[in-house]
């Protein structure tokens, strides 16, 4: 699953999936907790397949608070207006960036697009967590490296309401620190006040923050206060972020370069301000109603 479809209620169905479907029927959907013991989850009805530009989904969907960016999900007909939908559990729930997965996943989507949803944290922690996933948006595999000034600015900028003090982010700072979320690294700087990492020989040393999304098994901390991830389908902000093209025979237009580049530039990040080869870039919009 991806972001969107967990944000409007849609599921994409394959082609030839589709094609058995009773036309403009509304259809019965059954989810399941599938492997060893198989269970019904939840109910659904009166939800519509879609046709459109040659794809289908599946539309007017209520997705389970636990279903998050990456989650894999199985789709099969019982009859012809009737289908199943089935999460696989993991052997135990892990941690991923900050928030407890249940149900197998697919790492390259969670990476990409859990910034978007509650990490389940304390406020000032949450904002900061939430602002390292979006400027790691900016990077391929999803990791963010700047200065702690830097990290301290972006994180006030995300503060939708009332911003937090800067004592409070530099405790929230130390706090993932503690946990081994934030870790200290050694880059430099050259005379173009660019940052680089690791650091260059002849340049200004400068300590780095460094987030990096990480895999680890649940704590009972962890599971203690999880209700799950909920989503709306109200109108929501989208943090600018890579979009790979490579496999299409594409570029990313000078336009797209050239945002990237500011944006790469203005966040503080450690590396080269240019789109990695393969990718574009979208900036920050809004999205919904």
């Not at 800067?166 to 946990?179: C, H, T």
């Not at 700087?189 to 660019?194: E, L, R």
């Amino acid at each position: 699953m991806r972001a969107e479809h967990l944000l409007h209620g849609t599921c994409p169905v394959p082609a030839d999936m589709a094609d058995r479907a009773a036309p403009h029927e509304p259809l019965d959907l059954t989810f399941l907790r599938g492997r060893h013991r198989i269970r019904i989850l939840d109910e659904q009805k009166n939800v519509r397949l879609r046709v459109r530009g040659g794809k289908a989904q599946l539309t007017g969907l209520t997705w389970q608070p636990f279903v998050l960016p990456g989650t894999r999900v199985s789709v099969g007909w019982d009859l012809w207006r009737k289908l199943r939908l089935a999460y696989t559990p993991l052997d135990g729930p892990v941690v991923f960036g900050g928030t407890v997965v249940r149900y197998a996943y697919d790492p390259k989507i969670m990476t990409r697009e859990l910034a978007a949803f509650d990490a389940r944290v304390d406020r000032v922690e949450e904002l900061v967590l939430i602002a390292l996933r979006e400027l790691g948006y900016l990077d391929e595999k999803g990791r963010a490296l700047l200065p702690q000034e830097a990290l301290i600015r972006n994180t006030i900028e995300r503060a939708q309401s009332e911003r937090p003090a800067r004592r409070k982010i530099d405790g929230a700072i130390e706090r993932l620190l503690s946990r081994g979320i934030l870790t200290w690294e050694q880059g430099s700087i050259n005379a173009a006040a660019m940052l680089h990492y690791p650091a260059r020989r002849g340049e200004t040393p400068v300590p780095l923050l460094c987030y990096a999304p990480t895999l680890r098994d649940a704590e009972r901390e962890d599971l203690r206060d999880d209700p799950g991830a909920g989503h709306g389908t109200s109108a929501h902000r989208v943090a600018g972020h890579l979009m790979r093209i490579g496999h299409l025979g594409k570029e990313a237009s000078k336009e797209a370069k050239a945002a990237y580049r500011e944006d790469h530039a203005r966040a503080g990040l450690a590396g080269p301000h240019e789109i990695p080869r393969g990718f574009t870039y979208v900036r920050e919009h809004e999205r919904g109603t």
